[in-house]
């Protein structure tokens, strides 16, 4: 976004460059190339997909929810506070970005399973979190909860807290200065990791597959109707993965708008702002 | 406020970043052993001399992995300088590898269907043999919590029960069986595979589950079976062939001698499969 400056990228980067996207985007061609077109409106219309994609779409605006109400807070923890292992807390919080799902899923099982170690508690309360929607929530929360804490205790970091200071000695309690002016400066990033978070979770097949089970209505998501289809009918599933492409391709679009529209829209800066002035 | 608009981009580029990294990472990894086998091995070997020698692959269903790689143990033991190796998954994964290209010399299926779909794209040598058969049995947490003596317990109305998706064979056999018996079955999941099923009744968050019979004796201890007479109504076959694209003909061939005579029969039936009238 600088516009003019030093741009002397060799031409050899610029080949590897090129060699990345296209790993990354001539998978997507084929798959597209693949499309039965003449039975694709169908196909992502019959009662099954539509059961399917209404659940995604329920369950991911559930557990972004949740990703929000708890993962503001732990990112501001981890920004903000300084106690001790807090580096191994903010490392460990961060695990499910490279864990397998699957191996969450299975975490998940012993912990809010019927045999789990919380199971017990909730089955004497009369609930059953294993085979239910709710179990999809949780799925997704736990694999997307990181992104939104990522994306955030960046943006406290990089905001500081000059502003933050001038409001506390201007007689401001912290509840005010969180509500009043830390919330608004981080907010474009809570917004952007709030978007990924989102995406994460109407992808997460894994954990839910393992953990919340496959039952068409109340467990079985897009991804899980995808693999299923794939069974008996591959042109139903690439109809369908389609289909999560294209939502994905709007939430990604919707991540990365929002800082350039801001930008466009208020006064530019005159100096641009150093990307990473703290230590990570 | 108009400071902070750019800033954002970075902490978002470096989260969206990680995990693209870390799938690259993944896919490169899973993919290794996958084309592995039998790229470079496969020689000519075994084509004219009697005995055959050098490695086939051997696609097999995963109901079949114990006993499999039993045969595959006695098949080298038996014929020195020969070497098998096994591919485990669901069948139509199987047959899906196979009709992309994967490099099998030998297919066994756990339904005729996913043989059949092979042999209408002419990717089968000769005709398949049936080598086995399979039946539902109804496995249950060790214990059997919740009580379950026949069929007809598991539409029970609180009994937590755990089947396979119509869209694979295990699934179809349980519509199947359930229709037969006039039984309306309402599972609170509807898994891609019996290991699913397994692990969840093993896990005892299901009270029951449909599986194969030979699914519950290899689970041991994990999980206790109930035969039932209404699974004679869907019988599943396991059918075996060499693969048209396979590199060694003489030793695929042996091999599913092996399968279909007497020692290989005499595997499968200890672990629990019925004969499969060939």
Known sequence: ?????????????????????????????????????????????????????????????????????????????????????????????????????????????????????????????????????????????????????????????TSGSRYEAVAATLGARPGTVFRRVTLPLVLPGLASGAVLSFARSLGEFGATLTFAGSLQGVTRTLPLEIYLQRETDPDAAVALSLVLVAVAVAVVALAYRRPAARSGAGKRPTTPVPAGGNSK | MSRQAVRPAGPTVRAAVLPLAVLLLAVLSGCAPAGGPAAGTTSAAGAGSGAPTGTITVFAAASLKATFTEMARTFEAGNPGTTVTLSFAGSSDLAGQINQGAPADVFASADTANMKKLQDAGLVDGTPRNFATNTLAIAVPPGNPAGIAALKDLARPGVKLVVCAKQVPCGAAAAKVAGTAGITLAPVSEENAVTDVLGKVASGEADAGLVYGTDVRAAGAKVAGIEFPESQGAVNTYPIAGMASGRNTAAAQAFIALVTGAEGQKVLAGAGFGPGGQ
Request: net charge positive; aromatic share 8%; charged share 10%.
């Open chain 1, 1 to 157: 976004m600088v516009g003019q400056g030093y741009s002397g990228v060799p031409g050899w980067v610029r080949a590897l460059a090129v060699v990345a996207a296209v790993v990354v985007l001539l998978p997507l061609l084929a798959m597209v190339l693949r499309v039965d077109w003449t039975r694709f409106i169908p196909l992502v219309t019959s009662d099954s997909s539509l059961t399917a994609l209404g659940l995604s779409l329920r369950t991911s605006a559930a557990s972004t929810l949740l990703c929000i109400v708890l993962g503001v807070p732990l990112a501001l923890v981890l920004a903000r506070d300084s106690f001790r292992l807090q580096g191994l807390l903010r490392s460990l919080v961060l695990l499910p970005l490279v864990l397998p799902p699957v191996v969450g899923g299975i975490a998940l099982l012993y912990t809010f399973g019927r045999q789990g170690l919380l199971g017990r508690a909730f089955d004497m309360l009369g609930l059953q979190i294993a085979f239910s929607t709710t179990a999809v929530v949780l799925a997704q929360t736990f694999v997307a909860l990181p992104f939104l804490v990522v994306s955030l205790e960046g943006a406290v970091r």
